[in-house]
């Protein structure tokens, strides 16, 4: 008896394990709609530089964690360099122009004319006094001939109008350029300007910082390679873009939304990684595109997205397995 009830418990032991793998096989676990499987994803920042240039300097390694404004790599600018000396030095000419469209003539040009107006003042008071007698003189019939009249009113208007014209070129000479040459060197001057502020920033382009904090998840340059207007140097993986995706069934999918709360296990960590969904697919689809279980084989599911605090999202890894869990 004692050794047919032993034989009897093992083939119940047997028969129960068998039951228990079916059971697992067949998804008898599937009932707890709470607790499905998914993976880690990562959004990763490539950075570039929009010039092409030789790999001058690689200041940072594959691993290596990086804030934000940590160098990253550096390519050759001489280039750069020349083309902003040379709009640094047209634009220092054109405002050396602008500015002497603004003066007057030189001191010592401004007195030449001064003297000059003076001679012309002083010629015509003696064209004035001359005038003056021979006006008189022509009063007195046959004391002056009407040709020495006629001399001397011609030799004082024609001082009068050397002084007028030495007036009005002293006057001009105090007022710089005409207005619309004014104009047009102010607006050289901006042009140079802008063509400076264009070439400081190729050169600036030629030395690339880390836009955010995260892990420099590769390089994908060596030091003295070429590289290409845009093609990316270095891989950064800020924590902020490590999310979690996972495959619900549709009889769950209505009662998750974005926000709710979230638990996460990884294989070898003790406690789960709290976060919170955030975002619920629109779409459904018929088998998730990494399968982890024939339990996610031939079923309806949709596409969550559960997000985390940077330094919960730090210690997960793109492409790793996860079970998640909804709710409290």
Same mark, same amino acid.
């Given at each position: 008896?004692?050794?047919?009830? &032993?034989?009897?418990?093992?083939?119940?032991?047997?028969?129960?394990?068998?039951?228990?793998?079916?059971?697992?096989?067949?998804?008898?676990?599937?009932?707890?709609?709470?607790?499905?499987?998914?993976?880690?994803?990562?959004?990763?920042?490539?950075?570039?530089?929009?010039?092409?240039?030789?790999?001058? %300097?690689?200041?940072?390694?594959?691993?290596?964690?990086?804030?934000?404004?940590?160098?990253?790599?550096?390519?050759?600018?001489?280039?750069? /360099?020349? %083309?902003?000396?040379?709009?640094?030095?047209?634009?220092?000419?054109?405002?050396?122009?602008?500015?002497?469209?603004?003066?007057?003539?030189?001191? %010592?040009?401004?007195? %030449?004319? =001064?003297?000059?107006?003076?001679?012309?003042?002083? &010629?015509? =008071?003696?064209?004035?006094?001359?005038?003056?007698?021979?006006?008189?003189?022509?009063?007195?019939?046959?004391?002056? =001939?009407?040709?020495?009249?006629?001399?001397?009113?011609?030799?004082?208007? /024609?001082?009068?109008?050397?002084?007028? /014209?030495?007036?009005?070129?002293?006057?001009?000479?105090?007022?710089?350029?005409?207005?619309?040459?004014?104009?047009?060197?102010?607006?050289?001057?901006?042009?140079?300007?802008?063509?400076?502020?264009?070439?400081?920033?190729?050169?600036?382009?030629?030395?690339?910082?880390?836009?955010?904090?995260?892990?420099?998840?590769?390089?994908?340059?060596? /030091?003295?390679?070429?590289?290409?207007?845009?093609?990316?140097?270095?891989?950064?993986?800020?924590?902020?873009?490590?999310?979690?995706?996972?495959?619900?069934?549709?009889?769950?999918?209505?009662?998750?939304?974005?926000?709710?709360?979230?638990?996460?296990?990884?294989?070898?960590?003790?406690?789960?990684?709290?976060?919170?969904?955030?975002?619920?697919?629109?779409?459904?689809?018929?088998?998730?595109?990494?399968?982890?279980?024939?339990?996610?084989?031939?079923?309806?599911?949709?596409?969550?997205?559960?997000?985390?605090?940077?330094?919960?999202?730090?210690?997960?890894?793109?492409?790793?397995?996860?079970?998640?869990?909804?709710?409290?």
């Amino acid at each position: 008896m004692t050794g047919s009830g &032993a034989a009897h418990r093992r083939m119940s032991g047997v028969i129960g394990g068998a039951l228990a793998a079916l059971c697992l096989w067949g998804g008898c676990t599937a009932s707890d709609t709470n607790h499905v499987q998914g993976y880690v994803e990562g959004e990763f920042v490539y950075v570039a530089s929009p010039l092409a240039g030789a790999l001058e %300097s690689l200041h940072v390694q594959r691993g290596t964690q990086v804030k934000a404004g940590d160098p990253l790599f550096a390519l050759e600018s001489v280039s750069e /360099q020349s %083309s902003r000396v040379e709009a640094e030095r047209r634009l220092a000419q054109a405002r050396a122009n602008l500015e002497d469209t603004t003066k007057g003539k030189r001191p %010592s040009e401004i007195a %030449s004319m =001064a003297a000059q107006l003076k001679q012309a003042r002083a &010629a015509l =008071a003696l064209t004035q006094s001359e005038f003056s007698r021979q006006e008189k003189l022509m009063e007195t019939p046959g004391a002056t =001939a009407e040709i020495d009249f006629d001399r001397a009113r011609y030799a004082r208007d /024609q001082n009068r109008q050397r002084v007028a /014209q030495i007036e009005a070129d002293l006057k001009t000479a105090h007022l710089g350029s005409r207005t619309d040459q004014i104009a047009a060197a102010d607006a050289e001057v901006r042009a140079l300007e802008a063509a400076l502020a264009k070439a400081e920033w190729n050169l600036a382009q030629k030395r690339q910082t880390a836009p955010q904090a995260g892990l420099v998840l590769d390089t994908l340059y060596r /030091q003295g390679e070429w590289v290409a207007a845009g093609r990316p140097v270095v891989t950064l993986l800020p924590p902020q873009n490590i999310k979690v995706r996972a495959f619900v069934p549709e009889k769950r999918i209505g009662a998750i939304h974005p926000g709710d709360r979230v638990q996460v296990t990884v294989d070898g960590v003790r406690e789960p990684f709290v976060g919170k969904v955030s975002f619920v697919s629109p779409q459904a689809e018929y088998t998730p595109p990494v399968i982890y279980s024939h339990e996610s084989r031939d079923k309806l599911v949709f596409m969550i997205e559960a997000v985390f605090d940077p330094d919960i999202a730090a210690r997960l890894h793109p492409g790793q397995p996860v079970d998640v869990r909804f709710g409290p």
